[in-house]
T-cell receptor, first 112, second 113 residues
Framework: RKEVEQDPGPFNVPEGATVAFNCTYS??????FFWYRQDCRKEPKLLMS???SGNEDGRFTAQLNRASQYISLLIRDSKLSDSATYLC?????????????FGTGTRLQVTL | EADIYQTPRYLVIGTGKKITLECSQT?????MYWYQQDPGMELHLIHY???????EKGDLSSESTVSRIRTEHFPLTLESARPSHTSQYLC????????????FGDGTRLSIL
């Protein structure tokens, strides 16, 4: 089982739709969580950190469920410019080190 | 906007050449990383560093080597490039601390003929 697993893509949605991505992680000791966005042939860019209480940034809402070990990202009123791959990232402390594990990503295609 | 820079952006070169991919950051971050990513595939960590004179191998075995002589600089070297090294190489940095996100450079797209 992969340490971080994401919904298989691609998600093809019309403009204005609400879309939700889920991500599960296997290490219960994981401590911090992020969503990154990666455009085709570009570098990943931090979209938002995920806090225990859930957090919102404009049209984007991230939630964390520690008991079930999953993270979600909700995009409301999707725009064409939201088309990208969304990477779930989990940070786990392993003794003296911390390790950031990236999911394989879920591709979103927003269409007219 | 993160201040982390990679050069060159693109490199097409013949087999057997020695290559150094440069990565510099001006944020004073202690931690730096190198990832390898093929088109449409996931990121694979190949090297990381916690600070000057610290280098560790990542999850994916790589024939490349790295050095960290200065905090801001984390170059990656391939002694003898082969076509199997063709990929995109992404450098990242972060502050120390388990809850710090990584900031990525633009990447170097390497093609070995």
């Amino acid at each position: 089982r992969k340490e971080v697993e994401q919904d298989p893509g691609p998600f093809n949605v019309p403009e204005g739709a609400t879309v939700a991505f889920n991500c599960t992680y296997s290490n219960s000791a994981s401590q911090s969580f992020f969503w990154y966005r990666q455009d085709c042939r570009k570098e990943p860019k931090l979209l938002m950190s995920v806090y225990s209480s859930g957090n919102e940034d404009g049209r984007f809402t991230a939630q964390l469920n520690r008991a079930s070990q999953y993270i979600s990202l909700l995009i409301r009123d999707s725009k064409l410019s939201d088309s990208a791959t969304y990477l779930c990232v989990v940070n786990s402390n392993t003794g003296t080190a911390s390790k950031l594990t990236f999911g394989t990503g879920t591709r979103l295609q927003v269409t007219l | 906007e993160a201040d982390i820079y990679q050069t060159p952006r693109y490199l097409v070169i013949g087999t057997g050449k020695k290559i150094t991919l440069e990565c510099s950051q001006t944020m004073g971050h202690d931690k730096m990383y190198w990832y390898q990513q093929d088109p449409g595939m996931e990121l694979h960590l190949i090297h990381y560093s916690y600070g000057v004179n610290s280098t560790e191998k990542g999850d994916l075995s790589s024939e490349s080597t790295v050095s960290r002589i200065r905090t801001e600089h984390f170059p990656l070297t391939l002694e003898s490039a082969r076509p199997s090294h063709t990929s995109q190489y992404l450098c990242a940095s972060s502050e120390l601390g388990g809850d710090q996100p990584q900031h990525f450079g633009d990447g170097t797209r390497l093609s070995i003929l």
